[in-house]
C-alpha cells in the first residue's frame, strides 16, 4: 500500500482499498491529510477497480475535520476550510459517482466531516461500537464533505436536520434502526465481513452494478418518462454484453456465472 499523510491505498485483487491511517488523531482530517485522501481517491479510480473498500485504523472510523488545525488557524479559519475543500469535496464527488460498487467499514465513532465518507457507500457496514455525532452545529459551523446529503439520503430529511442540529451522539443500533448504516458486525469481525463483501461486488456483473448506481441516483428526480427511457438503453447495452450472456448461459446449466465486467 501506499502512505501518505495518515491516507493508505492501493488496487489488488480488483478490489480498490482506502485506510485512515492517522488513529493517533482520531483520522482527522486536516490540510495535508485531505490532499493525500484526494490523491488516494484519484489513483484508485484510475484504476478502474471492480469494488472499492474505504475503512479506518483504531476505535475512531473519522472524527471530522482536525480541530488543532481549525484553533491554530483563527482568523484564517475560512481560508484554510476553503482550501481543504476545494479539491476534497470534488474528489468526494468522483468517489460517488464511480461506477464500482463501494463498501465503507466504519470501524468506530464518526463525526463532522466524518459522517459524509462513513455514509458515502453504497454498501455501509458498521461496528458495534460505532457511534454517529455530527458535531458540527455544537461548535458553531455547518457541514461539509457531502455528510448532510448522505445523511438526509439516508435517513430522511427531517431528521438528518434534527441530529445536525441537536449534535447528540447515536449509537450503532439505532443507526441500524434508522437506515444510516446498513449492518452491524462484532467490532472483530468489521474486517472480515467488509472485505468478503467487496470479493463478492468484484466478482459480479460490474457494468450491471454501473448501469443500477446510474438508475438509482437520479431517480428521486427524474420524471418516470424520462427513467423509463434510461431502463431501456441500459438494458439494450446490457443484453447484448458478454457478461448477459455468460448470466444467461449459467442460469440454464443451473451453475454460478463467471462474470467479466464486459
Known amino acids: 500500500m501506499q502512505q501518505l499523510e495518515g491516507i493508505a491505498w492501493a488496487v489488488a485483487g480488483d478490489i480498490g482499498r482506502i485506510v485512515l491511517k492517522r488513529p493517533e488523531r482520531a483520522n482527522a482530517i486536516g490540510r495535508a491529510s485531505g490532499l493525500a485522501l484526494v490523491r488516494a481517491i484519484d489513483e484508485v479510480i484510475a484504476q478502474a477497480p471492480r469494488a472499492i473498500l474505504l475503512t479506518g485504523e483504531g476505535r475512531v472510523f473519522c472524527a471530522g475535520g482536525d480541530i488543532d488545525e481549525f484553533v491554530a488557524a483563527r482568523d484564517a479559519l475560512p481560508a484554510l476550510v476553503d482550501d481543504i475543500l476545494e479539491l476534497l469535496h470534488p474528489a468526494l464527488l468522483r468517489l460517488s459517482n464511480q461506477p464500482a460498487p463501494l463498501v465503507v467499514a466504519v470501524n468506530g465513532a464518526v463525526g463532522g466531516a466524518g459522517v459524509g465518507l462513513a455514509l458515502c ?142
Open 121 to 262: 457507500g453504497d454498501f455501509v457496514l458498521a461496528a458495534e461500537s460505532m457511534k454517529l455525532r455530527t458535531g458540527y452545529a455544537a461548535i458553531g459551523l455547518s457541514p461539509d464533505a457531502g455528510a448532510s446529503y448522505f445523511l438526509a439520503r439516508r435517513v430522511g430529511p427531517v431528521r438528518a436536520q434534527q441530529l445536525l442540529m441537536l449534535s447528540d451522539a447515536i449509537d450503532s443500533r439505532q443507526c441500524l434502526a434508522w437506515g444510516a448504516v446498513d449492518a452491524l458486525h462484532p467490532d472483530a469481525e468489521l474486517a472480515a465481513a467488509a472485505e468478503a463483501l467487496a470479493a463478492r461486488l468484484a466478482q459480479g456483473a460490474s457494468a450491471s452494478f454501473a448501469g443500477i448506481k446510474a438508475l438509482c441516483a437520479g431517480a428521486p428526480a427524474r420524471p418516470f418518462d424520462e427513467h423509463l427511457a434510461m431502463e431501456r438503453k441500459l438494458l439494450r447495452e446490457r443484453a447484448g454484453s458478454a457478461d448477459a450472456r455468460e448470466g444467461v448461459t449459467a442460469f440454464v446449466e443451473k451453475r454460478a456465472p463467471r462474470f467479466t465486467g464486459r
